[in-house]
């Protein structure tokens, strides 16, 4: 069965260093993967999307990586500051197609 | 403007009680979905609808019955409510997600169920 795995439930970083979380897939070979932030007490709020096509996304301050052969995401934060604090979930399509599969989330921590 | 807006925030109730949590998005979506978030945080699909019909049914016990009266509205009427049904319910909404299109999903706030 298709799972995702957020190996890290919770990382704490310094301020101003690079936050680097990763979303691992087994079973399946999704069109695209998506970063989702969900702050406490909030529902989740997209970030980004990247396509198996497509190695590498920027937004900002925000690095997404896609490696099919991996099976592998990688999102990174880099000049990480106290406001990006938040669980990051990791979401791909499921095997119909029609609905979006959440990992477990990383809480990441920024100390100041 | 509140893009998808979830009543009520939170509910505490009783074992036993029927509650319902109404949802309503404005974004001109054809789909929305009923997530369970559980104390662990993870989030769980629940139910889809797309244009007023349902779409995705996970293994969700038959206490749960999903309305879409039209494509803006999905009501969640939760029967003999138990404690397990404690958790924060999410309800989302999207363009229909077909293949390769990846439309972004955007979610309420969050719907706190306690039951007691």
């Known amino acids: 069965s298709q799972k995702i795995e957020q190996n890290s439930e919770a990382l704490n970083i310094q301020e101003g260093k690079t936050a680097t979380l990763t979303c691992n897939y087994t079973?399946?070979?999704?069109?695209?993967l998506q970063w989702y932030r969900q702050d406490p007490g909030r529902g989740p709020v997209f970030l980004l999307l990247i396509r198996e096509n497509e190695k590498e996304k920027r937004k900002e301050r925000l690095k997404v990586t896609f490696d099919t052969t991996l099976k592998q995401s990688l999102f990174h934060i880099t000049a990480s500051q106290p406001a990006d604090s938040a669980t990051y979930l990791c979401a791909l399509p499921g095997s119909s197609a029609s609905k979006i599969i959440f990992g477990s989330g990383t809480r990441l921590s920024i100390r100041p | 403007d509140t893009a998808v807006s979830q009543t009520p925030k939170y509910l505490v109730t009783q074992m036993g009680n029927d509650k319902s949590i109404k949802c309503e998005q404005n974004?001109?979506?054809?789909?929305m979905y009923w997530y369970k978030q559980d104390s662990k945080k993870f989030l769980k699909i629940m139910f889809s609808y797309n244009n007023k019909e349902l779409i995705i049914n996970e293994t969700v016990p038959n206490r749960f019955s999903p309305k879409s009266p039209d494509k803006a509205h999905l009501n969640l009427h939760i029967n003999s409510l138990e404690l397990g049904d404690s958790a924060v319910y999410f309800c989302?909404?999207?363009?229909?997600?077909?293949?390769?299109?990846?439309?972004?999903?955007?979610f309420g706030e969050g719907s706190w169920l306690t039951v007691v």
């Open positions: 974004l001109g979506h054809d789909t």
């Open positions: 079973n399946y070979s999704p069109a695209y």
């Open positions: 989302a909404s999207s363009f229909a997600l077909r293949g390769v299109t990846g439309n972004t999903i955007y």
